[in-house]
């Protein structure tokens, strides 16, 4: 059968019935519809099937509803309106026999008190001071406070704010919870809310349920009446009464938390316990207000400053050490482009009229057009004098006696000259070349300044037949891009810094006791130790951290490096030889010997390059196939000990699937320099990989050149660089754990 819609009046009275919303619109669906699962139910009301369920449950208890199965699917029904009607009327005889009662115990204490000849100890209190002291006597009556709290305004305009946050530190010092029961209002859902950092417990009940005009605390034998419309306080210390009002708390307390359902003991004795998360977050706001908090967070600021100056200077190191190793990777490999021959013929000025002079100025700029880092590219001859080099040729002097305004400042000066063949070049403030160190590709260890600005640079020497030195390959990079990579990674960290010393400071501001004082005394605490062991770990942690992000910094790194070196000697290969490679008998021809041998001095050129190879597109999809690779030729390969190495012989046309591995690294190679962002496996082993398109004259892309970095090579720089790291936290630690220990046996004696 249908039943017609509750009326407004009809829903209020349930509503005083305490049924919840819930259970209310349960029954107005079940009203106008015979049965309904639960998932029908939350389509009709637009609530969560947990909700519903629960609610489903508590109106089962009451024998309002009933369950049935249909088509084995459960659905929820009315069992009349009688059936309302008979639990309104059991809820009211309920409620009137807990009047009734509190009404006979509060006639027996009259009576009690009328004839007792001890009468109750009674202690009054006034005005805020006399409140504060009612407050602070709490204290010491017992570990747990109950009570009914009138909530009348926001917490930050209550006139004992800054006393009730101490307070709040000594009763959770003393181990005091408390527990409220407060009128169901916006601003006691507000209060309610704050319950887990203010180390108690708030529930809410219907304002005519129970009337609470003023504070009413118990603990121990006394119940605390405390007035702060009329600024007064009064403590009854009378245990049958304390006992009394602890009951019909507790009686109501459990009645508004469980809903009327009934509970095992044990279950509510569970639930009385304190919650981990009240505990972790109260003594979290204990330690913030205290002012012990201030010298923790002034240590901690300090600490910070030195540790962030420290990784700001071996972040700058390693910088540093990132750019001048991608230099020298370029410079090791394109000074393979350059041929003896052609420098010879350049010496003074009016060879810049020459082919060759064209010829090394295009080289240089074809190598830098694929590595945009480079700022200058330049050859250099040794003379007779000790320091002094001559230019052979600038990257961008192909015309010398040209002016132009290269840093764009404006005005052409010291900074804008071009180099002219011949140039004498005093080289005092570069290490490398003033002790001649430049018998093999190398950086220069620390940025130089000269007239055209301060550099990081590598060279590599340039020699002829018989092995001799006879010039000298550099390229320089501009320092400031180690100031934009460091601007990169510590901007949020000087944020972060600045915002945290700042808090420090506001802290400290609204402190009047002396620091230094308080500094000696929190340093005796055992405490200390116990927070300083823990931010131990926290470094161990971070440190860890460091670790994963200096990897990731050094797989960017070294992807690049592969890139640069890629990008360096793509130009070396020639299209035509590629043309001519398709088969495994084609290892037998000069194209391939000649695409072999480049492929090796490149590799050897690089000691961190592990693999080396050319591939181009398939006519399989997702497919790439061998065109050459630096460990296979038709010739039997050597070991260093003179045997025949087990490397496996790759031939050109070999099928190579890039479905998985480094399929974005191969499908975008064609189209310029790509470096792989993370490792990459295949069945030869795990690297870290960078490509370059090798082009025709047409300046179509025809192949892609890749070389492959070990990813043994790269945990083992990572490792030597953190170890030092590692280890000092290790033994911090275990510094910090031996005082603890020492302290605690001392405490013990």
Not at 311 to 340: C, H, P, W
């Amino acid at each position: 059968m249908k039943y017609h819609q509750l009326p407004a009046s009809v829903e209020a009275y349930l509503k005083e019935a305490d049924f919840t919303g819930t259970e209310l619109a349960i029954v107005k669906k079940l009203l106008e519809e015979e049965a309904l699962t639960i998932r029908e139910l939350s389509t009709r009301t637009g609530k969560s099937p947990g909700v519903l369920d629960q609610a489903a449950k508590k109106l089962l208890n009451k024998k309002i509803l009933k369950r049935e199965l249909f088509n084995m699917q459960p659905k929820y029904s009315l069992v009349s309106l009688q059936a309302i009607v008979d639990w309104v009327e059991h809820d009211m005889k309920a409620k009137q026999e807990l009047q009734r009662r509190r009404h006979e115990n509060f006639e027996a204490f009259v009576s009690n008190m009328s004839v007792d000849k001890n009468r109750p100890e009674m202690h009054y209190f006034d005005g805020e001071d006399g409140i504060r002291k009612a407050y602070e006597e709490l204290l010491l009556a017992g570990k747990e406070i109950i009570g009914y709290l009138p909530i009348q305004y926001k917490e930050e305009d209550d006139p004992l704010r800054a006393f009730r946050v101490d307070y709040f530190r000594q009763r959770r010092k003393h181990g005091i919870f408390l527990r409220l029961i407060a009128h169901d209002t916006s601003l006691a859902h507000r209060f309610q809310s704050r319950d887990a950092f203010e180390y108690r417990k708030t529930v809410l009940v219907p304002a005519a349920r129970h009337p609470i005009s003023f504070e009413k605390l118990i603990i121990g034998d006394i119940v605390a009446c405390i007035n702060h419309t009329e600024k007064r306080a009064c403590f009854i210390r009378y245990p049958e009464l304390a006992e009394l009002e602890r009951r019909a708390f507790e009686t109501l307390w459990n009645e508004t938390t469980h809903s009327g359902v009934h509970t095992p003991k044990e279950q509510v004795q569970e639930e009385a316990k304190i919650s981990i998360k009240t505990r972790t977050l109260s003594a979290l706001r204990e330690f913030f207000v205290s002012p012990r908090s201030i010298v923790m967070f002034v240590l901690f600021a300090v600490a910070s400053a030195g540790i962030t100056f420290g990784i700001y200077k071996y972040t700058n190191y390693l910088n540093i050490q990132r750019i001048r190793e991608q230099a020298t990777s370029i410079v090791a490999t394109g000074v393979l482009q350059f041929d003896m021959r052609d420098i010879d013929q350049i010496h003074v000025h009016s060879d810049i009229h020459k082919p060759e002079y064209a010829k090394l100025i295009g080289q240089m700029n074809k190598i830098r057009s694929q590595n945009s880092q480079i700022k200058y590219m330049y050859i250099l001859r040794p003379t007779a004098k000790q320091d002094i080099f001559e230019f052979v040729a600038d990257a961008d002097s192909i015309d010398p006696d040209a002016k132009k305004d290269y840093n764009a400042d404006g005005k052409i000066d010291a900074a804008d000259e071009d180099i002219a063949p011949g140039k004498i070049y005093d080289a005092v403030h570069i290490q490398v070349l003033r002790d001649h160190q430049y018998d093999r590709p190398i950086g220069n260890p620390v940025p130089y300044s000269d007239q055209w600005g301060t550099f990081i640079s590598s060279f590599a020497p340039i020699r002829d037949n018989n092995n001799t030195i006879q010039a000298v390959l550099g390229v320089d990079v501009f320092a400031s891009e180690v100031k934009d990579l460091n601007r990169q990674i510590f901007v949020p960290l000087y944020c972060f810094l600045g915002l945290f010393i700042l808090f420090v400071l506001i802290r400290l501001a609204a402190f009047n006791r002396s620091l230094c004082r308080e500094l000696l005394s929190i340093l005796q605490m055992r405490k200390v130790l116990y927070i300083a062991t823990v931010c131990g770990f926290i470094a161990l942690i971070f440190t860890y951290l460091m670790y994963w992000n200096t990897l990731r910094i050094m797989k960017i790194d070294i992807a690049n490096k592969m890139m640069s070196i890629a990008a360096t000697a793509a130009p070396e290969f020639d299209a035509e030889d590629l043309a001519q490679l398709h088969f495994a008998r084609d290892m037998k021809t000069d194209a391939y010997q000649r695409v072999f041998k480049k492929l090796n001095e490149v590799r050897d050129s690089n000691p961190n390059v592990y693999f080396g190879c050319i591939m181009r597109k398939s006519k399989y999809p997702n497919m790439m196939e061998f065109v050459a690779d630096a460990d296979s030729n038709y010739f039997p390969l050597k070991n260093k000990n003179g045997q025949p190495s087990n490397v496996e012989v790759v031939p050109p046309g070999t099928q190579y699937d890039i479905s998985t591995n480094k399929s974005m690294l191969f499908a975008k190679g064609l189209e310029g320099p790509q470096a792989a962002s993370e490792f990459y496996t295949d069945e030869w082993g795990t690297y870290l990989s960078g490509a370059a398109p090798i082009y025709d004259k047409n300046k179509r892309a025809v192949a892609i050149v890749d070389f492959d970095m070990d990813v043994t090579e790269v945990y083992n720089q990572i490792h030597g660089r953190f170890v030092a790291w590692v280890w000092f936290s290790i033994f911090f630690i275990f510094f910090l754990l031996f005082n603890l220990i020492f302290i605690s046996k001392r405490h013990v004696k």
